[in-house]
């Protein structure tokens, strides 16, 4: 079983409580389970094949970060951790309740909104490139006390709790550097901060080289399942979409003398995009 839902009915949906939400996406949750993995200060949203279960925690924050729990079939996978713990701790708490063990954590590229609550996965594997390690060890944001525990991946295909994982290694788009995660299994994508649906974004590194490399996602991925960094999951389409959103956002850059008039015009432009505490970033588009 395959629950895809539309880009519109998913945004339909977050309006829905946490627990409404994910009896709606994902039939097969008893209301009694909803009750226990109520995330509070997350949407919750599943999509279900015969592979497994992703579950993605869309936070009630400004930026509407996302963290993901994939319910596979020897065990859990988690990617990010959001940028607190009492995002990252519903997470644990969900995959508590599921009864399996957590294969590992991965973490998709360096930002502090998808590090910032990685102290509630103290003592599990936690993996990601050797550059974004690099970048988190040494670079300008706040290092998570467990920043030891993080390993660096050797090689670009593993298996972890019964699936694939592909990873596809991006750098100077969105982030410094950002890895995608593949599962064939599940026909699925991680592409985190590669796309923002239905939020406003961060300007990033390079937005020509960002663009090139969605076009060669688009092309090179085979999964109907997209799940994202900012918004809620959405379906293939939503690469196609994506490079259209950024050449626009690419034009109002372009139209605009500084980061305030560039906020206005994003404002006016899209008036009803959530993470409006991203738009207090826009001065990194002038950098």
């Given at each position: 079983?395959?629950?895809?839902?539309?880009?519109?009915?998913?945004?339909?949906?977050?309006?829905?409580?946490?627990?409404?939400?994910?009896?709606?996406?994902?039939?097969?949750?008893?209301?009694?389970?909803?009750?226990?993995?109520?995330?509070?200060?997350?949407?919750?949203?599943?999509?279900?094949?015969?592979?497994?279960?992703?579950?993605?925690?869309?936070?009630?924050?400004?930026?509407?970060?996302?963290?993901?729990?994939?319910?596979?079939?020897?065990?859990?996978?988690?990617?990010?951790?959001?940028?607190?713990?009492?995002?990252?701790?519903?997470?644990?708490?969900?995959?508590?309740?599921?009864?399996?063990?957590?294969?590992?954590?991965i973490l998709s590229h360096d930002h502090p909104d998808h590090t910032g609550g990685l102290n509630s996965y103290k003592g599990l594997p936690i993996f990601t490139s050797q550059g974004i390690l690099g970048n988190i060890k040494n670079g300008p944001?706040?290092?998570?006390?467990?920043?030891?525990?993080?390993?660096?991946?050797?090689?670009?295909?593993?298996?972890?709790?019964?699936?694939?994982?592909?990873?596809?290694?991006?750098?100077?788009?969105?982030?410094?550097?950002?890895?995608?995660?593949?599962?064939?299994?599940?026909?699925?994508?991680?592409?985190?901060?590669?796309?923002?649906?239905?939020?406003?974004?961060?300007?990033?590194?390079?937005?020509?080289?960002?663009?090139?490399?969605?076009?060669?996602?688009?092309?090179?991925?085979?999964?109907?399942?997209?799940?994202?960094?900012?918004?809620?999951?959405?379906?293939?389409?939503?690469?196609?979409?994506?490079?259209?959103?950024?050449?626009?956002?690419?034009?109002?850059?372009?139209?605009?003398?500084?980061?305030?008039?560039?906020?206005?015009?994003?404002?006016?432009?899209?008036?009803?995009?959530?993470?409006?505490?991203?738009?207090?970033?826009?001065?990194?588009?002038?950098?």
């Open positions: 079983m395959n629950n895809l839902i539309s880009r519109r009915n998913f945004g339909l949906l977050a309006g829905l409580s946490s627990v409404s939400a994910a009896a709606a996406v994902n039939g097969f949750i008893s209301s009694a389970q909803a009750q226990t993995i109520s995330a509070q200060r997350s949407t919750l949203m599943s999509i279900a094949n015969k592979a497994g279960t992703s579950h993605t925690f869309v936070t009630h924050n400004d930026g509407r970060v996302t963290i993901h729990l994939l319910d596979a079939p020897s065990g859990l996978i988690i990617v990010d951790s959001g940028d607190a713990g009492e995002y990252s701790e519903e997470v644990v708490a969900m995959a508590k309740s599921l009864g399996k063990d957590i294969a590992g954590v944001f706040k290092k998570p006390e467990n920043v030891d525990e993080i390993q660096a991946l050797d090689a670009d295909e593993m298996t972890m709790a019964g699936l694939t994982l592909k990873i596809h290694n991006y750098k100077n788009a969105e982030a410094k550097e950002q890895i995608v995660i593949e599962i064939p299994e599940m026909s699925t994508a991680i592409v985190q901060d590669l796309v923002y649906n239905n939020c406003y974004m961060f300007p990033g590194m390079d937005r020509t080289n960002w663009i090139t490399i969605l076009e060669e996602l688009n092309t090179k991925l085979d999964a109907e399942n997209i799940l994202v960094g900012h918004g809620y999951p959405s379906s293939r389409g939503e690469l196609t979409a994506a490079v259209d959103y950024l050449n626009e956002y690419q034009q109002l850059i372009s139209e605009s003398a500084d980061a305030d008039d560039l906020v206005k015009k994003y404002k006016a432009r899209y008036p009803n995009l959530m993470g409006e505490g991203l738009l207090g970033l826009q001065k990194f588009a002038f950098n």
